[in-house]
């Protein structure tokens, strides 16, 4: 892969974990229309210990995604584990932070959601 190319890619991949460890760091303040429940987890984990579960999981996801993109611009061979483990962080981070409305799920992370899973399923095609 071409130098540019790779630090393209890297300068994307560190944008995504960047939004990841923002937004997790600040849950669920900026999204005014949050239940307050997890449509996954239902009544299981439920208030302040839900919100704990799902900041610590968006900001591991940011963690590891944004040293994903670092070994990335260096072309270290650690960059397809951290993405693999990052991008799944990720999705389960935004299954538990989900509270099942369809119609808020761009707010919610859906996006955020999709993109890890194209940065997983290249870590694991490529």
Aim: glycine share 10%.
């Amino acid at each position: 892969m071409r130098p540019w190319l790779r630090y393209l890619l890297a300068f994307v991949v560190f944008a995504h974990g960047f939004v990841y460890a923002r937004i997790g760091a600040v849950l669920p303040g900026e999204i005014k229309q949050w239940s307050g429940r997890s449509w996954l987890l239902g009544s299981a984990v439920t208030g302040e210990p839900l919100v704990v579960l799902s900041r610590v999981l968006h900001v591991a996801a940011g963690v590891l995604i944004l040293a994903c993109s670092v070994a990335l611009a260096f072309n270290h061979p650690w960059w397809r584990p951290l993405a693999i483990v990052g991008s799944a962080v990720g999705l389960v981070a935004f299954a538990v932070f989900w509270d099942g409305q369809a119609r808020f799920l761009a707010e919610e992370g859906a996006i955020g959601a999709g993109v890890s899973l194209v940065l997983l399923i290249c870590a694991l095609a490529l």
